[in-house]
Structure formats: C-alpha cells, structure tokens
C-alpha cells in the first residue's frame, strides 16, 4: 500500500525542499540595499495616494461577494454536470433548487444596482 504512494510522498518532499532551499538562498544572497522607493506600496503600478484607512464604497463589496458566489456556482456544476447520469432525478432538483436561490439573488443585486459600473 504504502509504496502506491511513495512517488507522490518523493515528489512532496523534493518540493519542499527545492522550496526552502530557493527561499534560503534569496536571502542569504539577495541584495539588501533599501530605498525609500523599494519600502513603498506596490498598487499594480500606480502610485499609491491616502492612507490605508480609506473607506470603501459598498458596491465594491457586493462585487466582490458576486464574484465569490458566481465562483462557488460554477465549482458546484461541474462535478454534477459530469456525473448527472449517474445521479439521477434528486440530484437533478437539487441543482435546480440551487440555481433558482441563486437567481433570486442575482435579481436582487440586479434590483440594488450592483452591477452598474459607474
């Protein structure tokens, strides 16, 4: 049984280690010149103004939340959509039941205007 798994437990070990080897190294090697320019934040190239405090609109929220739940959605549909044969008809209203809750909600943040860019 055990040697089924003994290519899988190689590879995670190499992994690891390769890992931490690469990480040691950067630090002892790495250069250690700091500049002002270098300690600031990184805001996919623009330059960074305010503070990190800021507050954020609500409708970014719900965006990110509609992203995550859209994510989920999809997650669950492949597997069933696979194997939906094999399932049968429970699975079937499961998935259905499902979708509909998530309409409702996507009618809703339709309603709220979570989807208006502006």
Do not use: C, H
Request: charged share 15%; glycine share 8%.
């Amino acid at each position: 049984m055990l040697e089924n798994y003994l290519p899988l437990i190689l590879m995670m070990i190499v992994g690891f280690s390769v890992g931490i080897i690469f990480l040691l190294l950067s630090e002892w090697l790495g250069a250690r010149r700091s500049t002002p320019e270098k300690q600031t934040t990184y805001e996919s190239g623009m330059v960074p103004r305010g503070t990190a405090r800021d507050k954020f609109s609500v409708k970014f929220y719900m965006v990110a939340m509609s992203f995550i739940v859209f994510d989920i959605e999809v997650v669950f549909m492949y597997p069933w959509a696979v194997q939906l044969g094999e399932l049968g008809m429970t699975a079937f209203w499961a998935m259905f039941s499902f979708i509909l809750i998530l309409f409702i909600g996507y009618i809703y943040e339709l309603k709220k205007g979570g989807f208006q860019w502006d």
